[in-house]
């Protein structure tokens, strides 16, 4: 039936929306709704010439058919475009999050899982985010926007990450050790992963 495809797709996005990671891109279904949507207009096309034919010969019955047949088509064809728009948002958007956390989703593994225009997508959204960042360097524009309830937090070490220097001295990320530091001196290993906050 129409639009199975799409609601397919939307909800595979929507599963997907709070992963930490972008999920593998779905190229086969959405080939198989770009054909969908293919065969709507060509059928679209076919009803509108069939009233265009028939004209004023057609029995008012016949014409009130013809006219909902076009209605649902055009419906249907619609709806799929707007689900395959919805999913190509909801994936640009996650990929530009990752561009303003300096998070990097362009590793090894996620590489295969983004599509080729989404692979340039990133790169030029990545230039031109750091060109913008550049003009302000005493300024950290991927910082949270709330204000800080505590100067100081414990934070615990995730993954090992060599020497880190602060204003107040030096420590080494080693998993699974604690440390009382300056929020600010942290916030960017807090979005790498490096540490948690406590």
């Known amino acids: 039936m129409y639009g ?3 609601n397919k797709l939307i909800l595979d996005a929507k599963r997907t929306a709070n ?19 293919q065969d709507l ?32 088509t055009m419906l249907s064809m619609t709806r799929n475009k ?5 999913y190509e948002n909801l994936r640009a958007n996650k990929i530009d999050e990752f561009c303003w956390l300096n998070l990097d989703p362009i590793t ?8 080729h225009a989404e692979q340039e997508y990133y790169k030029n959204y990545q230039d031109l985010l750091m060109d913008y960042k550049s003009k ?8 949270t926007l709330e204000p800080p309830t505590n100067i100081f937090i414990d934070v ?17 990320l080693i998993k699974d050790s ?9 916030e960017r290993l807090i979005q790498q992963g490096y540490l948690e906050e406590l």
């Open 82 to 86: 707007r689900c395959l728009l919805a």
């Open 4 to 6: 199975d495809l799409a």
């Open 156 to 172: 615990r070490v995730l993954r090992n990450g060599g020497e880190v220097q602060t204003e107040y001295g030096s420590f080494n």
């Open 136 to 143: 302000y360097a005493d300024i950290d524009l991927s910082g």
């Open 178 to 186: 604690q440390f009382y530091v300056r929020k600010s001196d942290v």
């Open 19 to 37: 992963l930490s990671e972008i999920p593998l891109y779905q190229a086969d279904l959405v080939k198989d709704i770009v054909k969908e949507v």
């Open 108 to 115: 090894d593994s996620t590489l295969d899982n983004l599509s």
């Open 41 to 72: 207009k060509n059928d679209a096309d076919y009803l509108m010439e069939q009233q265009e034919l028939n004209g004023e010969d057609d029995d008012a019955e016949q014409s009130k058919i013809n006219q909902c047949q076009l209605f649902v």
